[in-house]
Protein backbone atom coordinates (compact mmCIF):
# COMPACT_ATOMS: atom_id res chain seq x y z
CA UNK A 1 0.00 0.00 0.00
CA UNK A 2 1.25 3.48 -1.21
CA UNK A 3 1.27 6.48 1.35
CA UNK A 4 -1.45 8.35 0.11
CA UNK A 5 -3.61 5.32 0.51
CA UNK A 6 -2.68 4.91 4.04
CA UNK A 7 -3.07 8.46 4.87
CA UNK A 8 -6.14 7.84 3.91
CA UNK A 9 -7.13 5.19 5.85
CA UNK A 10 -5.67 6.43 8.85
CA UNK A 11 -8.18 9.43 8.59
CA UNK A 12 -10.66 7.08 9.54
CA UNK A 13 -9.14 4.83 11.46
CA UNK A 14 -10.83 4.34 14.75
CA UNK A 15 -8.87 1.06 16.46
CA UNK A 16 -5.13 2.72 16.32
CA UNK A 17 -3.80 4.12 19.10
CA UNK A 18 -2.82 7.86 18.67
CA UNK A 19 0.77 7.06 18.82
CA UNK A 20 0.32 4.58 15.90
CA UNK A 21 -1.43 7.13 13.63
CA UNK A 22 1.29 10.12 14.43
CA UNK A 23 4.42 7.70 13.96
CA UNK A 24 2.56 6.35 10.27
CA UNK A 25 2.21 10.11 9.61
CA UNK A 26 5.31 10.86 9.66
CA UNK A 27 6.55 7.99 7.57
CA UNK A 28 4.68 9.04 4.94
CA UNK A 29 5.18 12.95 5.28
CA UNK A 30 9.47 12.00 5.00
CA UNK A 31 8.67 9.63 1.85
CA UNK A 32 6.46 12.10 0.10
CA UNK A 33 7.80 15.18 1.06
CA UNK A 34 7.27 17.71 -1.94
CA UNK A 35 4.14 15.91 -3.01
CA UNK A 36 1.53 18.52 -3.63
CA UNK A 37 -1.41 16.22 -2.15
CA UNK A 38 0.52 15.62 1.33
CA UNK A 39 -0.57 18.80 3.33
CA UNK A 40 -4.51 18.07 1.87
CA UNK A 41 -4.35 14.57 3.22
CA UNK A 42 -2.78 15.59 6.34
CA UNK A 43 -4.97 18.60 7.15
CA UNK A 44 -7.95 15.65 6.53
CA UNK A 45 -6.33 13.10 9.52
CA UNK A 46 -6.37 16.33 11.95
CA UNK A 47 -10.50 17.20 11.03
CA UNK A 48 -11.42 13.58 11.29
CA UNK A 49 -9.21 12.49 13.95
CA UNK A 50 -9.58 15.72 16.38
CA UNK A 51 -10.52 14.06 19.19
CA UNK A 52 -6.41 12.75 19.24
CA UNK A 53 -4.63 15.60 20.55
CA UNK A 54 -1.24 13.85 19.66
CA UNK A 55 -2.41 13.52 16.04
CA UNK A 56 -2.99 16.95 15.83
CA UNK A 57 -0.09 18.38 17.29
CA UNK A 58 1.85 16.13 14.51
CA UNK A 59 -0.11 16.64 11.71
CA UNK A 60 0.16 20.72 12.52
CA UNK A 61 4.15 19.78 12.63
CA UNK A 62 3.91 18.11 10.03
CA UNK A 63 2.19 20.78 8.06
CA UNK A 64 4.66 23.79 8.94
CA UNK A 65 7.99 21.38 8.46
CA UNK A 66 9.78 23.01 5.38
CA UNK A 67 12.10 19.98 5.03
CA UNK A 68 12.56 16.24 5.30
CA UNK A 69 15.27 16.79 7.61
CA UNK A 70 12.76 18.11 10.05
CA UNK A 71 10.38 15.41 9.84
CA UNK A 72 13.17 13.19 10.91
CA UNK A 73 14.03 15.03 13.47
CA UNK A 74 10.56 15.13 14.37
CA UNK A 75 10.31 12.09 14.32
CA UNK A 76 13.34 11.58 17.10
CA UNK A 77 11.48 14.28 18.98
CA UNK A 78 8.20 12.42 19.28
CA UNK A 79 10.05 8.82 20.26
CA UNK A 80 12.37 10.89 23.12
CA UNK A 81 8.83 12.84 24.35
CA UNK A 82 7.29 9.72 25.57
CA UNK A 83 10.53 8.66 27.39
CA UNK A 84 11.31 11.72 28.79
CA UNK A 85 7.83 11.81 30.39
CA UNK A 86 8.09 8.52 31.63
CA UNK A 87 11.44 9.48 33.29
CA UNK A 88 10.23 11.96 35.06
CA UNK A 89 6.91 10.01 36.25
CA UNK A 90 9.44 6.69 37.57
CA UNK A 91 11.86 9.41 39.39
CA UNK A 92 9.15 10.85 41.76
CA UNK A 93 7.21 7.64 41.86
CA UNK A 94 9.82 5.32 42.96
CA UNK A 95 8.62 5.28 46.23
CA UNK A 96 5.07 4.28 45.86
CA UNK A 97 4.10 0.59 46.49
CA UNK A 98 0.69 1.26 45.94
CA UNK A 99 -0.87 2.42 42.73
CA UNK A 100 -4.31 2.81 41.52
CA UNK A 101 -4.79 3.78 37.82
CA UNK A 102 -7.60 4.11 35.29
CA UNK A 103 -8.36 2.28 31.74
CA UNK A 104 -4.58 1.77 29.82
CA UNK A 105 -2.72 4.37 29.03
CA UNK A 106 0.64 3.28 27.94
CA UNK A 107 2.64 6.27 29.67
CA UNK A 108 1.25 4.72 32.78
CA UNK A 109 2.18 0.79 31.53
CA UNK A 110 5.92 2.20 30.89
CA UNK A 111 5.59 3.87 34.56
CA UNK A 112 4.41 0.95 36.25
CA UNK A 113 7.13 -1.21 34.42
CA UNK A 114 9.52 0.93 35.87
CA UNK A 115 8.54 1.63 39.21
CA UNK A 116 7.37 -1.59 39.88
CA UNK A 117 4.92 -1.39 43.10
CA UNK A 118 3.83 -4.14 45.23
CA UNK A 119 0.29 -3.72 43.82
CA UNK A 120 -1.58 -1.95 41.05
CA UNK A 121 -5.16 -1.18 41.67
CA UNK A 122 -7.52 -0.98 38.54
CA UNK A 123 -11.07 -1.37 37.47
CA UNK A 124 -12.49 -3.29 34.34
CA UNK A 125 -12.72 -0.36 32.38
CA UNK A 126 -16.18 -0.61 30.66
CA UNK A 127 -17.26 -0.96 27.77
CA UNK A 128 -13.68 -2.05 25.92
CA UNK A 129 -12.66 -3.53 29.31
CA UNK A 130 -9.26 -1.84 28.50
CA UNK A 131 -8.42 -2.06 32.56
CA UNK A 132 -8.42 -5.75 32.20
CA UNK A 133 -6.08 -5.84 29.34
CA UNK A 134 -3.54 -3.77 31.29
CA UNK A 135 -4.44 -6.18 34.09
CA UNK A 136 -3.00 -9.07 31.91
CA UNK A 137 -0.22 -7.44 30.55
CA UNK A 138 0.82 -6.48 33.97
CA UNK A 139 0.43 -9.87 35.14
CA UNK A 140 2.76 -11.30 32.57
CA UNK A 141 5.53 -8.71 34.15
CA UNK A 142 5.12 -10.40 37.33
CA UNK A 143 3.47 -7.42 38.88
CA UNK A 144 0.27 -7.83 41.17
CA UNK A 145 -2.98 -6.62 40.01
CA UNK A 146 -6.33 -5.81 42.14
CA UNK A 147 -8.89 -5.78 39.59
CA UNK A 148 -12.73 -4.61 40.46
CA UNK A 149 -15.90 -3.01 39.07
CA UNK A 150 -15.75 0.55 37.71
CA UNK A 151 -17.46 2.18 40.44
CA UNK A 152 -15.51 0.45 43.02
CA UNK A 153 -12.89 2.92 43.53
CA UNK A 154 -13.64 4.12 47.05
CA UNK A 155 -13.91 1.13 48.23
CA UNK A 156 -9.91 0.69 47.90
CA UNK A 157 -9.00 3.82 47.95
CA UNK A 158 -7.95 4.19 51.54
CA UNK A 159 -4.75 1.26 50.69
CA UNK A 160 -3.69 2.87 47.67
CA UNK A 161 -0.10 5.51 48.10
CA UNK A 162 -1.04 7.50 45.35
CA UNK A 163 -3.21 7.82 41.97
CA UNK A 164 -1.61 7.62 38.67
CA UNK A 165 -3.30 8.45 35.30
CA UNK A 166 -2.80 9.04 31.77
CA UNK A 167 -4.39 11.77 29.01
CA UNK A 168 -5.71 11.74 25.76
CA UNK A 169 -5.36 15.58 25.56
CA UNK A 170 -4.04 18.32 28.17
CA UNK A 171 -5.88 22.31 27.63
CA UNK A 172 -5.17 25.37 29.74
CA UNK A 173 -6.51 24.62 32.57
CA UNK A 174 -8.02 20.42 31.93
CA UNK A 175 -6.84 17.30 30.69
CA UNK A 176 -8.88 14.79 28.83
CA UNK A 177 -8.87 11.46 30.09
CA UNK A 178 -11.21 8.51 30.75
CA UNK A 179 -14.89 8.28 32.17
CA UNK A 180 -14.06 8.01 35.82
CA UNK A 181 -11.01 10.24 35.87
CA UNK A 182 -12.86 13.18 37.39
CA UNK A 183 -14.25 10.55 40.09
CA UNK A 184 -10.26 9.46 40.97
CA UNK A 185 -9.30 13.29 41.05
CA UNK A 186 -12.05 13.86 43.21
CA UNK A 187 -11.44 10.74 45.51
CA UNK A 188 -7.63 11.50 45.58
CA UNK A 189 -9.26 14.57 47.60
CA UNK A 190 -11.65 13.16 50.01
CA UNK A 191 -8.55 10.62 51.01
CA UNK A 192 -5.94 12.87 50.64
CA UNK A 193 -3.89 10.97 48.40
CA UNK A 194 -1.78 12.83 46.09
CA UNK A 195 -3.36 12.62 42.26
CA UNK A 196 -0.46 12.27 39.33
CA UNK A 197 -0.99 12.86 35.70
CA UNK A 198 1.77 11.56 33.00
CA UNK A 199 1.44 12.90 29.51
CA UNK A 200 4.43 13.49 27.36
CA UNK A 201 4.53 16.91 25.73
CA UNK A 202 2.76 16.28 22.14
CA UNK A 203 -0.43 16.02 24.19
CA UNK A 204 -1.06 19.73 25.08
CA UNK A 205 -2.79 21.97 22.92
CA UNK A 206 -1.83 25.28 22.46
CA UNK A 207 -2.56 27.91 20.51
CA UNK A 208 -5.83 27.63 17.37
CA UNK A 209 -5.06 24.15 17.78
CA UNK A 210 -7.10 23.94 21.26
CA UNK A 211 -10.37 24.82 19.35
CA UNK A 212 -9.55 21.93 16.90
CA UNK A 213 -10.15 18.88 19.82
CA UNK A 214 -12.90 17.19 20.01
CA UNK A 215 -14.32 14.37 22.66
CA UNK A 216 -16.34 11.81 20.19
CA UNK A 217 -19.39 10.88 21.15
CA UNK A 218 -20.15 6.70 20.76
CA UNK A 219 -22.85 5.03 19.22
CA UNK A 220 -25.67 5.33 21.96
CA UNK A 221 -26.70 1.28 21.84
CA UNK A 222 -23.21 0.46 23.39
CA UNK A 223 -25.27 2.02 26.64
CA UNK A 224 -28.60 0.81 26.74
CA UNK A 225 -31.16 0.14 23.22
CA UNK A 226 -33.96 2.27 25.63
CA UNK A 227 -35.65 5.09 23.92
CA UNK A 228 -34.93 7.38 26.31
CA UNK A 229 -31.87 10.19 26.20
CA UNK A 230 -28.50 8.46 26.17
CA UNK A 231 -25.07 9.58 26.77
CA UNK A 232 -22.04 7.86 25.78
CA UNK A 233 -18.55 8.92 25.35
CA UNK A 234 -15.51 7.45 26.81
CA UNK A 235 -13.86 10.32 27.66
CA UNK A 236 -14.54 13.63 30.42
CA UNK A 237 -12.81 17.00 30.91
CA UNK A 238 -10.82 16.71 34.42
CA UNK A 239 -9.67 20.36 35.41
CA UNK A 240 -5.92 20.67 36.60
CA UNK A 241 -6.20 22.04 39.74
CA UNK A 242 -7.13 18.41 41.04
CA UNK A 243 -3.76 17.30 39.90
CA UNK A 244 -0.68 17.42 42.19
CA UNK A 245 1.82 17.15 39.50
CA UNK A 246 1.68 16.28 35.81
CA UNK A 247 4.60 14.65 33.76
CA UNK A 248 5.38 15.85 30.78
CA UNK A 249 9.07 15.62 30.54
CA UNK A 250 9.69 19.14 31.05
Do not use: W
Not at 75 to 88: L, T
Request: net charge neutral.
Amino acid sequence: MDCKEILKKLAIDHTSSSTTIALKMIDCAVDMFGDDTLVLLVEKIAKRQKSMAVVVNVADRIISSNSKEGLVKLKNEFAKAEEEAVGQAFEHLKRYNFIATISYSKSVYETILKVRPKKVFVSVGHPAREGELLAENLLGEKIDVLLFEDAAYGVVADEVDCFLVGADAVLDDVFVNKIGSLYLALLAREFKKPFFVVANRFKRLEGPLKKLYEIRHMDKDEISRLRCDRLNQYFEYVPLRFVDRLFDGG
